[in-house]
Every structure is written in structure tokens, then in C-alpha cells.
């Protein structure tokens, strides 16, 4: 009954990092930019409902909030960070730099506001009943379960099916032929971002009602996105996506042979793994040299 009630728990929690890492992959596989800030996004979205929490307004204030901050957030990255460096021909690692340093400015940001020290959503949803003697559950793995799955078709139909959506697909390889069909490769760049941000918002409400912030958060979810990106093939957003759920099951299940110290550590030996033995990912091509 242990080992079910973990792979539960890592359902959950996979389901919130299959998200973020959907956003994550959107955005490099749309930009080609590697958004180390990623995690801020989803800092800044889980803050800015605790924020709205703790004024008392309604939870649908606080996920208005959310959304708003964290495409701003990402909005502004693309706009005054990014597009800048690649107007003077920045490196990969000048955009690198710009990102992470950015992520700290934002995680000092949220010391200086809320402390360093793990705080809380309370939320009825997160009360666990038992389902079956020795089985317990929340109503918000459901909610985190049909927010994934729903989002995620939700997005896949906007990429396949929408003119926008086709025009990001082709954003990375052929810009010019998008001004051929009167498609902005700018417009385009800051959609990626703004849907790619707007990802972030679903898991970070759900974490900050569930397992909780701390101002850290914004680095490990970086990792975890890239962890994410790599497993599922870099581009790739339905590889992203099952990624993460693989890599959320793996840190839960873990816990029933080693101490919980060591479950996200699980999570980068599955990374290691494909690194070694399957460098292209889950869905990506493999490249002949």
C-alpha cells in the first residue's frame, strides 16, 4: 500500500513538473533560448498568490495575480534581456549569464519581501481522506491531474491547429519565410513566452497549497525543467511533458528504498541515464556524426 501511495503522491508532483517543463520546452523549441529564468516565472506566480492569500482576496484573485506577474515576468525577459543580446550577436553563454543572474535578483527579491523560510497555502482541497484502509487522498490530485491533461491538450491543439500556433512551430527554423506569410517573428517570440510563462502559474499555485515556497524554489525548478527538457528531447513538448511526469514518479517512489534526502537526486540519475544511453531523449532526433 506504500509503494501505491507514492506512486500517487509522484502523479501529483509529476503532473506540476510535466507543466512547467511543457512551458520550458515551448519556449527554447520556439526561441531557441535557453530561459534559465524559467524558474523565476514560476517563483514570482507562486508569491503573488501567497501575497493575495494573505491579504484575504478570493483564490481566483491570487491565480489572476499569478498569471499576470509570471507573463510580465516573462514578457519582460524577452523583451529587455534577450532581444537585446541578440541584437549584438550575444553568445549562448551571455544569455545564460543575463538569465541566471536574473533568477537571483528575483529570489533575493522574495527573501527581502517573505523571508527565507518555507511558507504555506492552506487550502481545503489539500485535506486527505482515506479511499481504501491504508490509502488516502486529496481532492487536489485530482485538480492537478485534470489541469495537466487539460492544458496540455489545450496547447497541442493552439500549435497544430491555429495559425499562431503552426507560425511557432516554424519560428526557429525559418523566420524569414514567416514575414513571407505576414507572420511577425517578433509577435511570435514574445507568444512563446507569454503561453511558456503562463505554464508555470498551474504548479506554482499548486505547490504553494501543497508542499509550499521557499525563495529557492525558482533554482529548482530550473533543474528540473532542464532535467525535463533533456529526458524528453530538447524541443520537444510532449517529451518535456512526459518527462516530467517520469521524473515526479521517480523522486516519490525512491523514497520506499532511501531517505527522502536523497529523492530529487533519483530525479538527475534518470538524467545521467539518458545522457549516457540515449543522449537524443525521449521524443528528439538522433543526430549521425
Do not use: K
Amino acid at each position: 500500500m506504500l509503494f501505491l501511495q507514492l506512486l500517487l503522491s509522484g502523479i501529483q508532483t509529476g503532473a506540476i513538473y510535466a507543466l512547467t517543463a511543457a512551458g520550458f520546452a515551448l519556449i527554447f523549441g520556439a526561441t531557441r533560448i535557453f530561459h534559465v529564468a524559467h524558474g523565476a516565472s514560476f517563483a514570482l506566480a507562486g508569491y503573488a498568490f501567497l501575497a493575495c492569500s494573505q491579504m484575504g482576496l478570493p483564490w481566483f484573485v491570487g491565480c489572476l495575480a499569478a498569471l499576470l506577474l509570471a507573463v510580465g515576468f516573462g514578457l519582460a525577459m524577452d523583451a529587455f534581456i534577450y532581444r537585446p543580446i541578440q541584437r549584438h550577436e550575444g553568445s549562448f553563454f551571455t544569455v545564460f549569464v543575463a538569465a541566471f543572474g536574473m533568477t537571483i535578483v528575483v529570489q533575493s527579491l522574495i527573501e527581502l519581501g517573505f523571508g527565507r523560510g518555507f511558507v504555506v497555502v492552506d487550502s481545503p482541497l489539500t485535506m486527505a481522506r482515506a479511499i481504501v484502509p491504508g490509502l488516502y487522498l486529496a481532492d487536489i490530485f485530482w485538480v492537478a491531474i485534470g489541469l495537466a491533461v487539460a492544458l496540455f491538450v489545450l496547447v497541442t491543439l493552439f500549435l497544430e491547429r491555429t495559425r499562431a500556433g503552426i507560425g511557432l512551430r516554424a519560428l526557429s527554423e525559418n523566420p524569414e519565410l514567416l514575414r513571407a506569410y505576414g507572420l511577425s517573428s517578433r509577435r511570435l517570440s514574445a507568444l512563446a513566452f507569454g503561453l511558456g510563462s503562463a505554464l508555470v502559474v498551474p504548479g506554482a499555485v499548486l505547490t504553494a497549497t501543497t508542499s509550499g515556497l521557499q525563495p529557492a524554489i525558482a533554482a529548482q525548478v530550473m533543474l528540473i525543467s532542464l532535467a525535463a527538457a533533456v529526458v524528453g528531447g530538447i524541443g520537444s513538448l510532449r517529451g518535456a511533458a512526459l518527462a516530467g511526469l517520469l521524473l515526479g514518479v521517480v523522486e516519490n517512489l525512491v523514497i520506499a528504498f532511501v531517505d527522502t534526502q536523497w529523492s530529487s537526486a533519483a530525479g538527475f540519475v534518470v538524467l545521467f541515464a539518458f545522457i549516457l544511453f540515449r543522449p537524443s531523449g525521449l521524443f528528439g532526433q538522433a543526430v549521425a556524426r
